[in-house]
């Protein structure tokens, strides 16, 4: 579905989500990708990173999302730990994430160092999506959340994982926060559709973490990010009056008793 979609030079629209309640609008409204991205860590969990939320964690999240959809793809975050390193507890871990959720597919981090467990989950028949750039499981590696491969050595060795992950089978990249040029011939080179976040417009699609597009978080605000509401606002407001009309008998009035 989504290499039709890059054939017909149609923009694929994906978005993060951990929730039956928000999966069920999302697919309503005609998203094509819901990712059930570990960035769930940081907006479900509050940690300060993507390295604690757990794979039981992450199939409690997609089994939710899973229960609300009707139409679009899902794609699962394989969790820090569960894919580096070892690849039959790789493919293990894919399996459950699998079985126990009904997801279609999982997405993990990196290039050439992940490609066996990558390969020996293609092998079980697993689609598998990539990410390169940014990678937020590394970010003990880099130290920093910095826009990636801005030299050249960096923009030659992502361009080669892009194409190794591309000839290992994975149907799909997320490209995250490097320069929209590079994203452009990653793009431009490749056959299966490239998905950007801060990586510029000319890749086959965009993908943004749905706290931050609908102004539920607050604090973090790169400059790739466009907010699409300021539901924060919104929801402390209709707070604030459920507050008052409790405090003063307005709520429940005669017609919300029996
Ligand atoms: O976990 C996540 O939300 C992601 C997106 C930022 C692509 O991987």
Redesign the pocket.
């Known amino acids: 579905m989504l290499n039709a979609m890059k054939l017909r030079g149609e923009k694929i629209a994906m978005l993060?989500g951990y929730d039956y309640s928000f999966a069920r609008i999302l697919d309503k409204a005609g998203i094509d990708v819901i990712?059930v991205?570990?960035?769930a860590s940081n907006v479900m969990a509050g940690y300060e990173s993507?390295l604690p939320i757990t794979l039981n964690e992450m199939i409690y999240h997609a089994s939710s999302v899973v229960r609300a959809v009707e139409r679009a793809l899902v794609v699962v975050?394989m969790p820090f730990g569960t894919y580096q390193g070892n690849s039959k507890e790789a493919l293990a871990n894919a399996i459950r994430i699998m079985k126990e959720t009904g997801a279609h597919a999982v997405?993990l981090e990196g290039g050439k160092e992940v490609c066996e467990s990558v390969t020996r989950i293609l092998s079980a028949g697993i689609p598998v999506m990539g990410?390169l750039g940014l990678t937020?499981q590394s970010i003990h590696k880099f130290g920093t959340y910095v826009v990636r491969a801005r030299e050249e050595e960096e923009a030659k060795k992502l361009i080669e994982d892009a194409h190794l992950l591309e000839e290992t089978g994975c149907f799909a990249i997320?490209l995250?926060k490097i320069p929209a040029k590079l994203a452009q011939q990653v793009a431009a080179e490749l056959k299966i559709p490239i998905i950007g976040?801060g990586a510029g417009p000319h890749v086959d699609g965009q993908?943004l973490?749905l706290h931050d597009m609908l102004g539920i978080t607050q604090e973090f605000s790169p400059r790739f990010l466009r907010r699409y509401h300021n539901l924060y606002a919104e929801i402390s407001g209709a707070v604030q009056n459920y507050i008052t009309d409790v405090r003063n008998v307005d709520f429940p009035n005669e017609k919300e008793q029996y």
Request: no cysteine; hydrophobic share 35%.
């Open positions: 993060t990712l991205g570990d960035s993507t975050d997405k990410h937020p997320v995250e976040i993908v973490v």
